[in-house]
């Protein structure tokens, strides 16, 4: 009787996360998906309560431990920007004079912006500024010659 609970116990497991996998973009339950169908086939070959249990769990830690390493790297990612957001640490060049709490404007990757000074200070047609931010339909500035760590994109 209790042979047959366990082969229910071990599918259910197994079923629920496959659908659990299934659903998720990212490797959530494969490894107790593995770990299960295994310690099913041991339920079924006759293997004692007792170590069905150490099986799943000992294989269960193993393939996680193995997988880390890969799965680390595949989260990993370099984040590619490809909308305004973009814009961040670009260099730009002043078209429109930037006064204290006034709206001017920049050109940079051959597009104009609104520009705001971060600092409130004055910045004049054709000196370069590296973009900060973005506020809203704005790009927030601050002149390269006041910054120390320019970094150009």
């Known amino acids: 009787m209790i042979f047959y609970i366990m082969i229910a116990v071990w599918a259910i497991i197994f079923i629920v996360t496959l659908i659990i996998e299934l659903e998720t973009a990212d490797l959530t339950t494969i490894w107790f998906c593995v770990s299960s169908l295994v310690t099913l086939i041991c339920t079924l070959c006759g293997v004692k309560e007792t170590y069905q249990l150490i099986i799943f769990v000992a294989l269960s830690a ?3 431990l193995a997988t880390r390493p890969l799965t680390k790297k595949m989260m990993n990612k370099e984040i590619i920007h490809t909308n305004a957001d973009r814009l ?3 260099i730009a ?3 429109k004079k930037i006064a204290n709490n006034e709206i001017g404007e920049v050109k940079v990757e051959n ?16 000196e ?3 973009i900060n931010s973005l506020s809203g339909n704005k790009v927030v500035v601050s002149s390269v010659n006041n910054t ?6």
Not at 116 to 126: M, T
Not at 148 to 153: I, K, Q
């Open 93 to 95: 060049i002043v078209t």
């Open 111 to 126: 597009a104009s912006w609104r520009a705001i000074s971060i600092d409130g200070v004055d910045i004049e047609v054709g």
């Open 128 to 130: 370069k500024v590296i």
């Open 148 to 153: 120390n760590d320019v970094e150009v994109l």
């Open 62 to 64: 193993i393939l996680i």
């Open 88 to 90: 961040v640490g670009m």
